[in-house]
């Protein structure tokens, strides 16, 4: 008796609780639009923007593409040094390093049992130096991530073109994923012979390289958990979806065009990555020192890139000593210091009001903190609605940046800016889709408010974030 009292007391008092609940959150969170990221992707995701580097015998030969003939004592670095290429990094605001650890010549950067064409036959340090041990180190003390990328063509190792090369290239991604520490990305691209036309089991690449490392995104032309972009120009599509279909599509053979723009209505989720280098080719030559992209191409890279929902993988240029070059370090800075003026100063910070209101948990006001996880949505089956920005003050502005919670899938298929000329709203920017994040640029308007209208979305919009600028102050 006293017990069915206290549990019925129990009950009543769980549900006083759960009413207010219900009465603080208003309604529940919208439903996940499928497919949605996965835990990893959503954290690959937010690094946005992190260094390539390129080094090998390349950079000792001034090849691009080695034929793997070059000697390995070509390998000669005089002051290589890691740390120095993470400082640069961390510097210039890049959250990690993805190594090439083989290039197509097949020369590994460490010691690797699978051939004798490694760092281990090489005069640098005697043989007995490891480039992936001190990256992956020097990313660790610098709080970077590390990737790595080894090309599945290997214009060296005797066995390829034979069915055997594919067990030494898994063997290869073991030896790396089990013995350096955690990996967030492996690279990998689908380059083959032109006259062997080597049968690659991309399928056993890609579980071996799940079981070896669970939580690194694996990259290709065709996913499984990240795109190339479809050009190495650092330039996604207008529209940019995360989602694709990867059934029937491989390394090697990809859509370029498809690539660029992903699918409204692909089946999985896989996101963008745009892989440009700083200098005309991905390897370092000292006649190309004079020859880096400006600052202004490389802003026009991070808003066709980060601003158009992709990562930025920039590759940059160690040279032969094995240090990051100082015309690289420059532009680096540079870049940076550019992005910083940009984006000094964000004007959303007044009132804000919805067209439709879902409740006070996913109220307008989200969009305007800094926190990626808190957004506005509007009510369930509302696809179309607008949030109402008041400036603190009337403002010259030329760029809005958004950001979906894709967390929940990405949704928004349309959207327009408009700004407020005291009389009227006139449209500034008609754009197609967000995703983690979009920036728009727009002729410089003054203006003391501006309107974001969701055209249509693929379920209600979930908007995390709204930031307006003027870029050009
Ligand atoms: C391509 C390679 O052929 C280039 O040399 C470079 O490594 C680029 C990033 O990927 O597939």
Not at 36 to 54: C, G
Not at 74 to 100: C, H, S, Y
Request: one cysteine or more.
């Amino acid at each position: 008796m006293l017990i069915s009292v206290q549990a019925r007391r129990g009950w009543s008092s769980v549900l006083i609780a759960l009413s207010i609940a219900v009465a603080v959150a208003g309604q529940p969170a919208p439903k996940p639009v499928l497919p949605i990221p996965t835990r990893s992707q959503l954290e690959w995701q937010k690094l946005e923007y992190y260094a390539f580097v390129h080094f090998g015998p390349n950079t000792f030969t001034g090849h691009e593409w080695g034929e793997g003939r070059a000697p390995t004592d070509e390998f000669n670095p005089t002051a290589f040094d890691a740390r120095q290429w993470a400082k640069v990094v961390k510097d210039a605001g890049m959250k990690g390093i993805i190594l090439t650890a083989k290039h197509h010549d097949g020369f590994c950067l460490w010691p690797s049992a699978t051939t004798e064409y490694s760092v281990k036959n090489s005069k640098w340090r005697d043989g007995k130096g490891d480039v992936v041990k001190d990256v992956a180190a020097a990313t660790r003390e610098y709080g970077l991530k590390f990737g790595v990328y080894i090309s599945p063509w290997d214009r060296n190792h005797p066995l390829y073109g034979t069915p055997r090369y594919n067990k030494i290239y898994k063997q290869q991604w073991r030896e790396l994923l089990m013995n350096y520490g955690p990996v967030f990305e492996s690279w990998l691209d689908g380059a083959n012979d032109n006259k062997t036309r080597m049968v690659y089991d991309f399928d056993g690449f890609f579980s071996t390289i799940r079981s070896a490392q669970p939580n690194a995104v694996i990259f290709s032309d065709a996913g499984p958990d990240a795109r190339w972009v479809g050009n190495e120009r650092g330039i996604a599509g207008e529209t940019n979806w995360s989602m694709r279909d990867n059934e029937g599509s491989f390394p090697g053979f990809a859509d370029q065009k498809a690539l660029n723009t992903g699918d409204e209505n692909g089946s999985e989720w896989v996101p963008a990555e745009c892989d440009v280098s700083i200098r005309p080719g991905w390897f370092y030559h000292a006649d190309e020192d004079t020859r880096l992209k400006s600052t202004d191409q490389l802003m026009d890279i991070y808003y066709g890139s980060v601003g158009r929902n992709c990562n930025l993988l920039l590759n940059i240029g160690v040279d032969r000593r094995g240090l990051v070059n100082e015309n690289d370090i420059a532009r680096l800075m540079e870049f940076k210091a550019a992005r910083e003026r940009a984006f000094a100063r964000n004007l959303a910070k007044g009132k804000i009001s919805a067209s439709s209101i879902r409740g006070s948990r996913f109220a307008p006001n989200n969009v305007l903190d800094d926190s990626f996880e808190t957004y506005w949505a509007p009510k369930d089956g509302v696809t179309t609605a607008s949030l109402t920005l008041d400036l603190e003050m009337e403002s010259y502005i030329d760029t809005i940046l958004l950001q979906e919670y894709i967390g929940l899938g990405q949704r928004a298929k349309s959207f327009a800016v408009e700004v407020w000329n005291g009389r009227e709203f006139l449209p500034v920017a008609r754009e197609t889709t967000i995703g983690y994040k979009r920036i728009v640029r727009f002729p410089k308007q003054l203006t003391s408010r501006v309107r974001i209208t969701i055209e249509d979305s693929r379920a209600c919009p979930v908007i995390s974030t709204v930031r307006v600028y003027n870029t050009s102050s």
